[in-house]
């Protein structure tokens, strides 16, 4: 492959990368969670989270509630209450919309252990919808030996 059209494919998966987010598997958003502190009890249920209401994509957008609220990022953190959709942070977890759309989920984490100290797991439908009183994904695999 000549130089030129590998430097045209690079700057097309950067683009389509871009658009797209990151997609965490179960295993890398364990390690993030347990490395941000989040108790080790509770990361199967941020999994089953991040699995039903993102697909754990971090870019992640529904612009479907009926109170014309939006969903953001991996952990889908609503507008109405959490999140600034202007420029200037704010709301609750003083941090803006588009900051939960990123790759490096710090303000994800931080947010979403604000909301947990209000409304428990009880925030999020998927986790009442989905994981509440059934199987949550199995995170053994993700700490061999580690812990």
């Known amino acids: 492959m000549t ?15 871009s658009a797209y987010g990151k997609i965490f598997t ?17 990361i199967p249920d941020w999994i089953c989270i991040a ?14 509630n009926d109170d014309g609220s939006v969903d953001y990022g991996i952990f889908q953190i609503n507008s ?4 600034s959709e202007d420029s200037t942070p704010g709301k609750e977890c003083n941090v803006t919309c588009e900051e939960l759309l990123d790759d490096d989920i710090r303000d994800s984490l931080a947010c979403i252990k604000i909301i947990y100290n209000v409304h428990h797991f009880h925030a999020w439908v998927a986790w009442r919808n989905k ?3 059934k199987p949550l994904p199995s995170i053994s695999e993700c700490f061999r030996g580690d812990l």
């Open 131 to 133: 994981c509440d009183g």
């Open 80 to 83: 109405r209450y959490w999140c």
């Open 26 to 42: 179960k295993c890398e958003l364990a390690n993030v969670l347990f490395n941000n502190g989040f108790p080790k009890s509770q």
């Open 51 to 64: 699995e039903h209401e993102s697909a754990f994509n971090t870019k992640a957008i529904n612009r479907q």
């Open 3 to 17: 130089t030129m059209k590998l430097f045209v494919v690079t700057i097309v998966l950067a683009i389509l990368s």
